[in-house]
């Protein structure tokens, strides 16, 4: 397991080229003092968990890590849960 951006970053498999993923994200919103967004990279094919973003992130960060994680993992899709955001 890789861990990455002061461990809130968990690789435990690296993506791969022939491979799609999606990738399942609650941004929380509650800053620092409330509740941890989380975001799970899945292998679209075996459902198979590779990575978790999980920690206290502004909504604005937040987005971006996600962006990020989503063109390391071959452009994944990316399904963001919305409340009230």
């Given at each position: 397991m890789e861990m990455h951006d002061n461990r809130r970053l968990m690789m435990g498999f690296p993506p791969e080229t022939a491979h799609e993923y999606i990738i399942g994200v609650d941004p929380a919103g509650g800053g620092s003092e409330g509740d941890y967004s989380c975001a799970e990279v899945i292998e679209r094919r075996t459902g198979m968990q590779c990575a978790e973003l999980h920690g206290h992130f502004p909504p604005r960060e937040m987005a971006r890590k996600i962006?990020?994680?989503?063109r390391l993992y071959n452009e994944a899709l990316l399904a963001v849960e919305r409340n009230n955001h």
């Amino acid at each position: 397991m890789e861990m990455h951006d002061n461990r809130r970053l968990m690789m435990g498999f690296p993506p791969e080229t022939a491979h799609e993923y999606i990738i399942g994200v609650d941004p929380a919103g509650g800053g620092s003092e409330g509740d941890y967004s989380c975001a799970e990279v899945i292998e679209r094919r075996t459902g198979m968990q590779c990575a978790e973003l999980h920690g206290h992130f502004p909504p604005r960060e937040m987005a971006r890590k996600i962006a990020e994680l989503g063109r390391l993992y071959n452009e994944a899709l990316l399904a963001v849960e919305r409340n009230n955001h």
